[in-house]
C-alpha cells in the first residue's frame, strides 16, 4: 500500500510537468460510474492538469463521473438562492438534518448559483450564511464515503475548486456571516468571499489534519493570501479553533455580530458602502482591485499541488479510519444522550409520581387541621 502511494506521488509530480498523459495507479477500484468516461477520455489523472482560469475549460466533461454520482445518490440538503434583496444576494446552506454538510447535491447546486450570479446584472454584492445555528459542518459524510477514491476525490477537488474561484471571482462584492460550526469544507467555503462577520458562536476550524487529509477545496491556499504564511499554517496543522475573539485580532473577520440578528447586520454593513455606487462601477472596481492584487500564475500552481496532495490523501487508509471513528464518536454520543434523556425522563416520572402523591394527602392533612 505504501509503496503504492510512493509510485503514485512520483508520477502525479512528473506528471504536473508534462503534456504527455500518465497513469496513476488506483490504490482501490474505481467506481463504476467511472468506466464508461474513462475508456473514451482516460482517468482524471491520465489527463492533463487544466487550468482554473481557462474560461473554455468543460468542467461538466473533466468531472463527469463525480456528477454522475452526485445526479444518482448526490444527498440531501439545498444551496437556497435569494435575488430579491435590496441588489444583495443570498446564498443560504440548508442541511440542518447534518448541521449543513455539504452534500454532492449541494455542491452541484452551489455551482448553478455561482453561474447564475455571474450573468446577474443588477446585483451589487452577496452574502452566504447556514441555515440555523450552524454555518457548515464541512462535507456530508455519508456522500464522501460513496466517492472515497482518489478518482472521485480527484474530480470532487477539481470541481469544488473551479466553483470556489468563480465565486471569488464574482462582479460582486461578497460577505460570509459565520455563526456555528464552519469546520472541514465549512471552514474552506468562508476564505472564499471577500469579508467575514462571525457570530458570537462561531468556530471556524480546518479539521482536515485531523481526518487524515489535506484541504480539497482550495482552502489553504486562499486561507494562505488572508493569514500570511505562518499564521495560515498553524491555524492548518493543529486543527486549531478560531472564534469571535481571536478572528478579529487575526484580521480573518471585520466585525462580529449577535448570533440572531447578524445576517441583516452583515446587508446593513455592506450596503452603508455599496449603496452610492452603481453595479456596473462596482463591478469595474472589481476588476481593477483583481487586477493589482492577481498573481494567478502562483495561483493555478498553489491549486494545483493543493489538488495534488489532497488526491494522494483522499480515501486512503487513514482517511476511511478516521471517517470511521467519527461514526463511532457519533454512535456514542448519540448513546449518551439517549441514556440522559432516558434518566431525566425517569427522574422526572419520579418527581411527578411524588408530587400526586402529596397531592393526594393534602386533603386529610388540612381536615385534621380543621
Excluded at 244 to 263: H, Q, R
Aim: hydrophobic share 40%; net charge neutral.
Amino acid at each position: 500500500m505504501v509503496a503504492k502511494w510512493a509510485a503514485m506521488q512520483a508520477v502525479l509530480r512528473s506528471g504536473l510537468h508534462s503534456s504527455k498523459p500518465f497513469h496513476v495507479p488506483h490504490v482501490r477500484r474505481a467506481s463504476s460510474y467511472s468506466r464508461h468516461f474513462s475508456k473514451l477520455h482516460g482517468t482524471f489523472a491520465e489527463r492533463s492538469t487544466p487550468s482554473l482560469t481557462d474560461k473554455n475549460l468543460n468542467i461538466q466533461e473533466w468531472c463527469a463521473d463525480f456528477l454522475e454520482v452526485c445526479r444518482t445518490s448526490g444527498g440531501e440538503g439545498s444551496i437556497d438562492l435569494d435575488l430579491n434583496k435590496q441588489s444583495i444576494a443570498e446564498v443560504k446552506i440548508n442541511n440542518s438534518a447534518k448541521k449543513n454538510a455539504l452534500s454532492g447535491t449541494m455542491m452541484v447546486e452551489l455551482e448553478k448559483i455561482v453561474t447564475e450570479l455571474e450573468k446577474w446584472d443588477g446585483g451589487k454584492g452577496v452574502i452566504v450564511y447556514g441555515q440555523g445555528d450552524v454555518f457548515c459542518s464541512g462535507g456530508d459524510l455519508d456522500f464522501v464515503k460513496r466517492i472515497a477514491s482518489p478518482e472521485l476525490g480527484g474530480q470532487m477537488s477539481l470541481f469544488m475548486q473551479h466553483t470556489l474561484h468563480r465565486f471569488t471571482n464574482l462582479p460582486l462584492i461578497s460577505a460570509a456571516f459565520v455563526r456555528g460550526a464552519a469546520h472541514g469544507g465549512g471552514a474552506e467555503l468562508t476564505t472564499a468571499v471577500d469579508y467575514r462577520i462571525v457570530g458570537h458562536t462561531a468556530e471556524v476550524r480546518f479539521v482536515q489534519a485531523k481526518m487524515a487529509i489535506t484541504t480539497g477545496w482550495g482552502g489553504a491556499t486562499r486561507l494562505t493570501k488572508i493569514l500570511g504564511p505562518k499564521v495560515a499554517l498553524e491555524y492548518l496543522v493543529s486543527c486549531r479553533r478560531m472564534n469571535s475573539k481571536n478572528a478579529k485580532f487575526l484580521k480573518y473577520c471585520e466585525l462580529t455580530a449577535n448570533d440572531n440578528d447578524g445576517v441583516e447586520l452583515t446587508r446593513e454593513w455592506m450596503l452603508d458602502f455599496l449603496e452610492r455606487a452603481p453595479p456596473n462601477i462596482i463591478r469595474n472596481y472589481r476588476k481593477i482591485v483583481a487586477a493589482a492584487s492577481s498573481a494567478d500564475a502562483s495561483v493555478e500552481q498553489s491549486y494545483d499541488l493543493e489538488r495534488e496532495l489532497f488526491i494522494q490523501t483522499w480515501g486512503n487508509e487513514n482517511h476511511m479510519a478516521a471517517i470511521e471513528e467519527v461514526f463511532k464518536e457519533k454512535a456514542l454520543r448519540d448513546e449518551q444522550i439517549a441514556a440522559n434523556a432516558q434518566r431525566q425522563k425517569a427522574a422526572f416520572e419520579e418527581k411527578r409520581s411524588k408530587e400526586l402523591k402529596n397531592d393526594s394527602t393534602q386533603p386529610a392533612q388540612e381536615s385534621v387541621v380543621t
